[in-house]
């Protein structure tokens, strides 16, 4: 353990002197520098930026004799056109609600499931999928859902309301936890494609999830000799053929899918590609070999150092998105950690460098944080970057660690395994240290992390990344009181702060954002949570992909992606 301390702190260390080094321009020459930038910006001119909600695009070659070998290259002796994509991890389960790896389930289910409705992108416009609209009450609290009258599964079963309502009363067992169902008073079948969801609560936040999320069918499910974990039936475009745990995942086409008038599909449903290929590759140096020998068509989070591999033009293409998901630390306010008192919390945020840590482990390819969310959001207000977002400033932080109770114990700071939170722990480690604090670094898997998050015995900083599919005040709703008010990510129940969510929640989407602003404030005052950055996500493709799309999470979506065929 003391050889794995001082390992980390190492590390923490070599990296700031990165930073520290970066910024000590008499270290390097203006000719170095120059070139530097140079360098900097014409790797930039090579690369499509995705927009928020938009597809990103790059120029197809003219050259056909190429575009045919290409096509010939990804299509199998049956004409069925193929990729293959670098997963990160192993979903774990595929059961739409339950269990398994969250970032890469948000990749795989897309393919699978549909929902009754879905966001067009990171804050985007509701669109119907399976449904056909709704309408809504005078007093707001019922919804009326109308389906679509011709939705099946892959495996043929019609959907009817009846199954809706299954599905949700699964998704509400104890197993599943699933926050925004509390909110559900009853779900009342009318007829086969009628159903009226009846809500307690007029929280935008919880209305929007459940009619986005996930339905499927009853014969399905109760089909299903494992909860749909390894054996999944939705109604989406694509059936899982073959799964090899920690390996690869392979989904297909099949020629029953429901919607037929191409102009009606969902962009989210959309099949640009007949099978596709996951590849399961856990390390992201592996990642990057396998797009180098063209084992793989398309690797997401390709870190910026490594992109100047990837410049041939005539060979890959590289697109970029600003992501709506925020490097986040959550601090235990419980009487079980020294984060209790707000002055050691602010301390803290105090004494790190945000701007440092993007550089140092993103390159600076990112926006540094001034709130709990991103600036892609319409409730981000510009004005709070000229405010005191605890800028760095390591006097502060010293002279209230002094007038605090905190008494030189190690604190330590709990996050999912991932190469980017695994950086800014390091440095994060090293900016504590140089204010008086020891920082123990505790990555776990993904299950662990699910069941420790809310133990507040485990760590005294939690990180994690957060987001929205809809407004940005609810990354602080879903990320504080993230499945019930008694399983927080603060350690605490905060009466006040779940007021203030709840009516944030109620005035969403009405574009009035006053509340919102209240609870940026309120969050930041108290200093529950302290949010970094915004990344730069970069995504390295083979000439194939033709143009780049993210789905409502922020998450790439191969089988929505543009081909050379689909040109």
């Not at 510009?382 to 030189?408: H, I, R």
């Amino acid at each position: 353990m003391k050889k794995q301390k001082i390992l980390a702190l190492l590390l923490a260390l070599i990296l700031l002197c990165g930073i520290f080094a970066a910024c000590d321009k008499d270290t390097a020459s203006d000719d170095t520098a120059a070139q530097e930038v140079k360098a900097t910006e014409e790797k930039s001119d090579k690369i499509a930026e995705i927009g928020l909600n938009e597809k990103a695009t790059v120029e197809v070659s003219s050259d056909q004799a190429m575009i045919d070998e290409l096509i010939a290259s990804h299509t199998d002796a049956d004409g069925r056109t193929f990729i293959s994509v670098a997963l990160e991890d192993d979903p774990g389960s595929m059961n739409p609600y339950g269990g398994g790896s969250s970032k890469p389930r948000q990749v795989v289910l897309e393919g699978i499931f549909e929902s009754m409705f879905q966001n067009q992108g990171t804050g985007g416009e509701m669109k119907p999928i399976v449904a056909e609209g709704y309408t809504v009450s005078e007093d707001g609290y019922t919804y009326t859902v109308t389906l679509k009258d011709y939705v099946y599964d892959s495996e043929g079963n019609h959907l009817t309301a009846s199954d809706v309502k299954f599905a949700f009363e699964i998704v509400g067992r104890d197993e599943y936890s699933w926050s925004s169902m509390p909110a559900v008073d009853a779900i009342n079948v009318i007829d086969d494609y009628t159903l009226e969801i009846v809500y307690n609560s007029l929280n935008n936040k919880h209305i929007n999830k459940t009619l986005t999320g996930y339905v499927f069918t009853q014969a399905a499910y109760e089909a299903s000799p494992d909860a749909m974990i390894t054996t999944p039936v939705g109604t989406g475009p694509y059936k899982l053929s073959n799964w090899v745990s920690g390996s690869e995942m392979v989904f297909e086409t099949y020629d029953s899918y429901w919607e037929t008038d191409d102009s009606k599909i969902f962009r989210n449903s959309l099949a640009n590609v007949d099978k596709i290929t996951y590849k399961i590759i856990k390390d992201s140096a592996q990642r990057v070999i396998a797009v180098e020998s063209n084992s793989v068509d398309m690797c997401t989070g390709v870190a910026f150092t490594d992109l100047g591999q990837f410049e041939d033009e005539e060979t890959y293409n590289i697109f970029s998105s600003l992501q709506d998901q925020v490097v986040t630390i959550a601090f235990n306010c419980s009487e079980n950690s020294p984060c209790e008192e707000l002055v050691v919390r602010q301390a803290i945020a105090y004494a790190i460098d945000s701007q440092g840590v993007l550089d140092g482990v993103d390159q600076g390819n990112g926006e540094v944080c001034y709130t709990a969310w991103a600036s892609v959001f319409p409730d981000y207000d510009t004005k709070w970057e000229s405010e005191d977002y605890y800028n760095y400033n390591v006097d502060k932080a010293k002279e209230l660690l002094a007038g605090s109770n905190y008494d030189g114990s190690t604190l330590t700071i709990m996050f999912e395994t991932n190469d980017r939170l695994a950086s800014v722990a390091q440095v994060v480690q090293g900016y504590l240290l140089d204010v008086g604090i020891d920082l123990e670094i505790f990555p776990c898997d993904g299950a662990l992390f699910r069941t420790y998050r809310f133990d507040n015995t485990k760590a005294d900083l939690l990180m994690f990344t957060a987001g929205s599919s809809t407004f940005g005040g609810f990354t602080i709703m879903g990320n504080l009181n993230s499945v019930a008010a008694d399983k927080t990510l603060i350690g605490i129940k905060e009466d006040t702060l779940a007021q203030k969510m709840d009516i944030m929640a109620e005035n969403a989407g009405t574009g009035d954002w006053t509340y919102s602003y209240e609870a940026h404030y309120y969050v930041k005052d108290n200093c529950y949570l302290y949010s970094l950055y915004a990344p730069i996500n970069f995504t390295v493709t083979s000439k194939v992909v033709t143009g780049f799309l993210l789905n409502q999470k922020g998450k790439d979506t191969p089988n929505c992606c543009t081909y050379i065929w689909n040109d």
